[in-house]
Every structure is written in structure tokens, then in C-alpha cells.
């Protein structure tokens, strides 16, 4: 099956410092790929969807200056959130949908997750 | 209301049990539905997909009322493989050729020997 990886798996850092987390679909070419945070006994929360050559379209709440999404390749995404506060530790999650016809048109497969602990 | 509605769970159950989750879902022009599975401190990975004539794929059963606007997961002969977190996951287009997945909060089973 499709294969999504992300880096760093965890992160650990000071309040105030910028964290990037990076997302990659392995065997596929994916156009859109979406982060989610899930907060400890949440559900998985869509922060942004993130489109191959354009702007990232973000979700109701989330801050598009401090949440910058840049998807420069169909391969890669990468979410850095800057000036990262403890209220920001949490469950990163990319996912990226395969439209190679292989997979389900609206299968998402997801990256093994990135846990960012602020200090 | 909140969109995708799960039961809060936690479900003990011993091992060889039948257990049922069950999921509500708030927006009549949903897409598609499926469950996927998390274990702790990992990824969602897909369960099943689930489809109005209903599905099953070996223990587990699942089911959609569109009508009533509600999914159910039956997992049949619990194994302590099966302890994790269920997600009813779904879908609704939004826009521009692109799907958007609701997560429920997830039900967590518990399989005890």
C-alpha cells in the first residue's frame, strides 16, 4: 500500500523556538496532503489542507502565520510551526491522498505522526 | 451536535466476545465512511470502508444507515490484537475536487485475556 512518511518522529524544544516537520508520500505523487493535530483523548483535528504549487487552505481557528505550510514538490510537505509555545505540544499528523488509481479515490494514508513537546 | 458522534467507551471485553461500536454522523451529504483503527501513540490506519449494502472482511461487520445517518462497527471472536482505539471516519466534499475526513473521538476497546 501507499507509504507516507514524516520527520522528525519527536521533537522536543524550547518556547519560543520554530519546529519543522516534514511530510512525504514514498511511492506516490500527491497533490493534496492534510495536517491534523490530535491532542491527547481527541480526535484527530484537520488543520490545513495542503496543495501542491498554491497556498494552503486552513481550517476555521487555526493561524495560517504561525502554522506555515509549504508543499513545493508532489511529494513533500512541510509544516513548521513557528514560535512554538507549550499550548502547541501535540500529535502531528500529515496525510496524503493517492489518486493513482491504485488506491481508493478518498483513501488517506497517514505518516507515522510527529510529537512536539514545547517546554 | 457534534459531527461525527462515536459511544465514549472505554469497551472491556474478554477475549472470544462480540462487541458493536456505534457512530452518528451530523451532515446528510456525507461521502463515504470507514473506520480505521489507532493504537496508542501511533497513526489511524484504515479499518474498513463501509457501504450502505453493509460489509464484512473476516471478525469484523460493518454497517451504514444512511437514512438514520449512523455507522456500526461488530467485531466478532475479540482477540487482545484487536485492544486499540476505533475512529468512524467521514468524508464530505470540499470543493475543488478535494474530500475532507471528520474524525470521530474514537471508542477504545480493551481486550482482556
Known amino acids: 500500500g501507499a507509504v507516507v512518511s514524516q520527520h522528525p518522529s519527536w521533537v522536543i524544544c524550547k518556547s519560543g523556538t520554530s519546529v519543522k516537520i516534514e511530510c512525504r508520500s514514498l511511492d506516490f505523487q500527491a497533490t493534496t496532503m492534510f495536517w491534523y493535530r490530535q491532542f491527547p483523548k481527541q480526535s484527530l483535528m484537520l488543520m490545513a489542507t495542503?496543495?501542491?504549487?498554491?497556498?494552503?487552505?486552513?481550517e476555521q481557528g487555526v493561524e495560517k502565520d504561525k502554522f506555515l505550510i509549504n508543499h513545493a514538490s508532489l511529494t513533500l510537505s512541510t509544516l513548521t510551526v513557528t514560535s512554538a509555545h507549550p499550548e502547541d505540544s501535540s500529535f502531528y499528523i500529515c496525510?496524503?491522498?493517492?489518486?493513482?488509481?491504485?488506491?481508493?479515490?478518498?483513501?488517506?494514508?497517514f505518516g507515522p505522526g510527529t510529537r512536539l513537546l514545547v517546554l | 451536535r457534534k459531527e461525527v458522534e462515536q459511544d465514549p467507551g472505554p469497551f472491556n471485553v474478554p477475549e472470544g466476545a462480540t462487541v458493536a461500536f456505534n457512530c452518528t454522523y451530523s451532515n446528510s451529504a456525507s461521502q463515504s465512511f470507514f473506520w480505521y483503527r489507532q493504537d496508542c501513540r501511533k497513526e489511524p490506519k484504515l479499518l474498513m470502508s463501509?457501504?450502505?449494502s453493509g460489509n464484512e472482511d473476516g471478525r469484523f461487520t460493518a454497517q451504514l444507515n444512511r437514512a438514520s445517518q449512523y455507522i456500526s462497527l461488530l467485531i466478532r471472536d475479540s482477540k487482545l490484537s484487536d485492544s486499540a482505539t476505533y475512529l468512524c471516519v467521514v468524508t464530505s466534499y470540499s470543493g475543488a475536487g478535494s474530500y475532507q475526513l471528520t474524525f470521530g473521538k474514537g471508542t477504545k476497546l480493551s481486550v482482556i485475556p
Open positions: 496525510s496524503a491522498r493517492d489518486l493513482s488509481g491504485v488506491a481508493h479515490g478518498e483513501t488517506q494514508y
Open positions: 495542503s496543495n501542491e504549487g498554491s497556498k494552503a487552505t486552513y
Open positions: 463501509v457501504y450502505s
